[in-house]
């Protein structure tokens, strides 16, 4: 008995229209196409939706500076990103833009049902502006002092150095990061969600059975403690974006109109592919709907998004999955050690289902982060999929064509029974299904009952799983040809018979693997099916290729050499120095004078002590002599340094700055270090220099 098919719409978060596809990315567009190959050959009408994130400052900005209008900077950007996607074999059945008629027509009407619900509250509300650009400044676009332990070009939301987070007000000696100008306090109205009326609705929905990952909902539980506060939905020109209606310099803030994009790629996708909207949104719909997204953005996809759907009359999601960031050999990205490896780079150097096969590898149904370890990933596919998927076939399929015709043989009767031990232990309640095809039959039936369990895992987002036992029904097979060693039996005319039915079920027990490895490797399934005449369909896998006539092996897939990976790495690096050149200007602190200056007190000191401190991620205690003084000292450099590396080496500190009281104990000065996005880096002076010398 079959199900009736699943109706389903999986979305991959929009991305930001300001820049290049990289292997970041690329986990959570992988793992939702993988997904939804696998349900669309399960037979369910699966749509994938995807797009870009259009609107923001960032974009406005970037789009200033390379001298285009934003509408022009996102389509070209756009046509970039979808180009990068589908190189990666990335089956979109729509790819769209927030920026779009469609979009900007049904965030009016969102709008309204929520201005009707009562759910709009105007407030007017003081922020930082611009006078020389003569805009509002978002957080990120405002510098300072942290207001907390003084450390110098901060954020205007948080303290990377101490981790204080605070209102871009508090800031000392507040910047635009735009022009360097120092910012204003300008009053300005603002429209707000009203996010608090839907606490509790939210709370059920979010632990209501299968919505979120446990993990996940636990961590929200920290935003319902905290209790939820009105959300700022409007943004003053000049913004690119959509304007509010009814207004004329107000405009809907980004992360208001991006979610709705989901709905209005799906409404333009339905005009195409004549499929009915309503049945997919209307607020009681039966089909599914599941969001792929990263941990950053939970917040708002499992509280705004849901609450916006409940007061305009949606269907909310059927569930969010939530995934892991990408580390690359144990680490963050970084340009400078190549390790942030855009899209196309990767292209350029390496096949698609490389990455494909080594991300499903890694993914699980838990939002842990995976690592690409650029040793292991060689290692791993050369071994997975040359050394024992594709070398199944192409240990029986030279034998079919030579010897045999290309033809398959009728059964496997001759080979009476499979000569291996089970390498899977089965539980003793489950039934083994009875032989079909005689002798070699059973071997063939188990290949062909795995398929449940990887279904299932494909299914849960257990894609390590699924490979895991994909992977051990590949040893099984090798293990088979390896004891019949069909070579010999090829060479004795009385074993014939007997070498045609191993290599027929040898390339039967192939083709079930490459069922359900399609979801994972489209292209080289693609090659699969007309090397075996066959359309590789997942519920026909019981049904094995028999008395037919196949096509001769070709090349499935090459094996990596270690050179290509290298010249990857080398080539990321080079695209960091174009990067470079292209970057803007700093926005400089204003001009001081040398008295400013002399005011600050440096010297040279010697580390003579550093430990962890307890409860505190981000800092080291230092104790740092100054030449017959000890001074003790709390740095935020615990990420870029261990303890043990600092002892000895000679760094320069703030020697007159006041004593600063900290949670963990008073820190009495501050040594310099320089920071970027990749680390914090301490100054050092060159050789020669004494504790206590002075720094001018
Ligand atoms: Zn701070």
Same mark, same amino acid.
């Given at each position: 008995?079959?199900?009736?098919?699943?109706?389903?719409?999986?979305?991959?978060?929009?991305?930001?229209?300001?820049?290049?596809?990289?292997?970041?990315?690329?986990?959570?567009?992988?793992?939702?196409?993988?997904?939804?190959?696998?349900?669309?050959?399960?037979?369910?009408?699966?749509?994938?939706?995807?797009?870009?994130?259009?609107?923001?400052?960032?974009?406005?900005?970037?789009?200033?500076?390379?001298?285009?209008?934003?509408?022009?900077?996102?389509?070209?950007?756009?046509?970039?990103?979808?180009?990068?996607?589908?190189?990666?074999?990335?089956?979109?059945?729509?790819?769209?833009?927030?920026?779009?008629? #469609?979009?900007?027509?049904?965030?009016?009407?969102?709008?309204?049902?929520?201005?009707?619900?009562?759910?709009?509250?105007?407030?007017?509300?003081?922020?930082?502006?611009?006078?020389?650009?003569?805009?509002?400044?978002?957080?990120?676009?405002?510098?300072?002092?942290?207001?907390?332990?003084?450390?110098?070009?901060?954020?205007?939301?948080?303290?990377?150095?101490?981790?204080?987070?605070?209102?871009?007000?508090?800031?000392?000696?507040?910047?635009?990061?735009?022009?360097?100008?120092?910012?204003?306090?300008?009053?300005?109205?603002?429209?707000?969600?009203?996010?608090?009326?839907?606490?509790?609705?939210?709370?059920?929905?979010?632990?209501?059975?299968?919505?979120?990952?446990?993990?996940?909902?636990?961590?929200?539980?920290?935003?319902?403690?905290?209790?939820?506060?009105?959300?700022?939905?409007?943004?003053?020109?000049?913004?690119?974006?959509?304007?509010?209606?009814?207004?004329?310099?107000?405009?809907?803030?980004?992360?208001?109109?991006?979610?709705?994009?989901?709905?209005?790629?799906?409404?333009?996708?339905?005009?195409?592919?004549?499929?009915?909207?309503?049945?997919?949104?209307?607020?009681?719909?039966?089909?599914?709907?599941?969001?792929?997204?990263?941990?950053?953005?939970?917040?708002?996809?499992?509280?705004?998004?849901?609450?916006?759907?409940?007061?305009?009359?949606?269907?909310?999601?059927?569930?969010?999955?939530?995934?892991?960031?990408?580390?690359?050999?144990?680490?963050?990205?970084?340009? =400078?050690?190549?390790?942030?490896?855009?899209?196309?780079?990767?292209?350029?150097?390496?096949?698609?289902?490389?990455?494909?096969?080594?991300?499903?590898?890694?993914?699980?149904?838990?939002?842990?982060?995976?690592?690409?370890?650029?040793?292991?990933?060689?290692?791993?596919?050369?071994?997975?999929?040359?050394?024992?998927? #594709?070398?199944?076939?192409?240990?029986?399929?030279?034998?079919?064509?030579?010897?045999?015709?290309?033809?398959?043989?009728?059964?496997?009767?001759?080979?009476?029974?499979?000569?291996?031990?089970?390498?899977?232990?089965?539980?003793? =309640?489950?039934?083994?299904?009875?032989?079909?095809?005689?002798?070699?039959?059973?071997?063939?039936?188990?290949?062909?009952?795995?398929?449940?369990?990887?279904?299932?895992?494909?299914?849960?987002?257990?894609?390590?799983?699924?490979?895991?036992?994909?992977?051990?029904?590949?040893?099984?097979?090798?293990?088979?040809?390896?004891?019949?060693?069909?070579?010999?039996?090829?060479?004795?005319?009385?074993?014939?018979?007997?070498?045609?039915?191993?290599?027929?079920?040898?390339?039967?027990?192939?083709?079930?693997?490459?069922?359900?490895?399609?979801?994972?490797?489209?292209?080289?399934?693609?090659?699969?099916?007309?090397?075996?005449?066959?359309?590789?369909?997942?519920?026909?896998?019981?049904?094995?290729?028999?008395?037919?006539?196949?096509?001769?092996?070709?090349?499935?897939?090459?094996?990596?050499?270690?050179?290509?990976?290298?010249?990857?790495?080398?080539?990321?690096?080079?695209?960091?120095?174009?990067?470079?050149?292209?970057?803007?200007?700093?926005?400089?602190?204003?001009?001081?004078?040398?008295?400013?200056?002399?005011?600050?007190?440096?010297?040279?000191?010697?580390?003579?002590?550093?430990?962890?401190?307890?409860?505190?991620?981000?800092?080291?205690?230092?104790?740092?002599?100054?030449?017959?003084?000890?001074?003790?000292?709390?740095?935020?450099?615990?990420?870029?340094?261990?303890?043990?590396?600092?002892?000895?080496?000679?760094?320069?500190?703030?020697?007159?700055?006041?004593?600063?009281?900290?949670?963990?104990?008073?820190?009495?000065?501050? #040594?310099?270090?320089? =920071?970027?996005?990749?680390?914090?880096?301490?100054?050092?002076?060159?050789?020669?220099?004494?504790?206590?010398?002075?720094?001018?």
């Amino acid at each position: 008995m079959s199900k009736p098919p699943r109706k389903i719409i999986a979305t991959s978060a929009l991305i930001y229209a300001n820049g290049s596809v990289h292997l970041g990315h690329l986990v959570e567009y992988l793992q939702t196409d993988m997904w939804v190959r696998y349900q669309r050959a399960r037979g369910n009408e699966c749509y994938y939706i995807c797009g870009n994130d259009a609107h923001g400052t960032p974009i406005m900005l970037q789009a200033e500076k390379h001298g285009m209008e934003p509408e022009q900077f996102i389509k070209k950007i756009g046509a970039e990103q979808l180009a990068s996607f589908k190189a990666f074999e990335i089956s979109f059945d729509h790819f769209s833009t927030t920026h779009s008629d #469609v979009n900007r027509e049904l965030v009016a009407a969102v709008y309204q049902a929520l201005q009707k619900n009562g759910d709009i509250k105007s407030k007017v509300i003081k922020q930082l502006f611009d006078p020389e650009k003569q805009m509002f400044l978002p957080d990120r676009f405002i510098k300072g002092e942290c207001p907390k332990c003084g450390s110098a070009d901060q954020y205007g939301d948080n303290c990377e150095k101490c981790g204080a987070t605070y209102a871009p007000t508090d800031l000392k000696h507040p910047r635009s990061a735009i022009s360097g100008a120092t910012p204003i306090e300008r009053e300005s109205e603002h429209f707000f969600f009203d996010l608090p009326k839907y606490h509790e609705k939210l709370a059920e929905w979010t632990r209501s059975t299968g919505r979120l990952q446990t993990e996940v909902a636990n961590k929200l539980d920290e935003w319902f403690d905290s209790g939820l506060q009105p959300w700022d939905i409007s943004r003053d020109a000049p913004y690119f974006g959509f304007k509010i209606p009814n207004t004329t310099d107000k405009y809907f803030y980004v992360w208001l109109d991006a979610p709705i994009g989901y709905i209005s790629a799906f409404k333009e996708c339905c005009k195409t592919q004549k499929i009915n909207f309503e049945e997919f949104w209307q607020a009681d719909s039966q089909t599914e709907l599941y969001h792929f997204i990263g941990k950053d953005i939970v917040y708002f996809h499992a509280l705004f998004w849901p609450a916006m759907l409940m007061s305009a009359n949606y269907r909310t999601p059927t569930a969010i999955k939530v995934h892991g960031m990408l580390t690359v050999d144990g680490q963050k990205m970084s340009k =400078s050690r190549g390790t942030f490896i855009k899209a196309d780079t990767y292209l350029a150097h390496l096949n698609p289902e490389y990455l494909r096969y080594y991300y499903a590898a890694k993914l699980t149904s838990q939002p842990t982060d995976i690592d690409l370890n650029l040793g292991d990933f060689r290692l791993r596919v050369n071994s997975d999929l040359v050394g024992k998927v #594709v070398n199944i076939a192409s240990r029986c399929a030279g034998f079919i064509s030579k010897n045999f015709g290309g033809k398959l043989a009728l059964n496997f009767q001759t080979i009476e029974k499979s000569p291996l031990p089970p390498l899977f232990q089965r539980g003793e =309640s489950e039934e083994i299904p009875p032989l079909k095809k005689g002798g070699g039959g059973d071997l063939y039936n188990e290949f062909a009952t795995a398929g449940d369990a990887i279904a299932e895992h494909y299914e849960n987002l257990d894609f390590a799983r699924a490979v895991r036992e994909i992977m051990l029904l590949a040893d099984k097979a090798n293990q088979f040809i390896d004891a019949e060693k069909p070579w010999q039996l090829i060479k004795d005319p009385t074993q014939h018979a007997r070498a045609h039915e191993v290599c027929t079920l040898g390339l039967n027990l192939f083709r079930i693997l490459m069922i359900y490895l399609q979801p994972i490797l489209p292209s080289m399934a693609a090659k699969v099916r007309v090397f075996l005449n066959d359309e590789l369909i997942w519920d026909q896998r019981d049904q094995p290729l028999l008395d037919k006539v196949i096509n001769p092996f070709e090349a499935l897939m090459q094996r990596i050499e270690e050179t290509q990976v290298i010249a990857m790495v080398e080539a990321s690096k080079t695209d960091l120095q174009v990067a470079e050149a292209d970057k803007p200007k700093l926005a400089l602190a204003p001009t001081i004078n040398i008295d400013d200056f002399q005011k600050i007190d440096l010297r040279v000191a010697k580390i003579i002590a550093a430990t962890y401190v307890e409860g505190a991620e981000k800092l080291l205690q230092l104790s740092l002599d100054l030449g017959g003084e000890t001074r003790k000292v709390f740095s935020g450099i615990r990420a870029s340094y261990s303890p043990q590396d600092l002892v000895g080496k000679l760094t320069v500190m703030v020697a007159n700055l006041a004593p600063r009281k900290m949670r963990f104990g008073v820190s009495e000065g501050m #040594v310099l270090a320089a =920071s970027n996005g990749e680390g914090i880096y301490l100054l050092n002076p060159d050789s020669g220099a004494k504790p206590g010398d002075r720094v001018s």
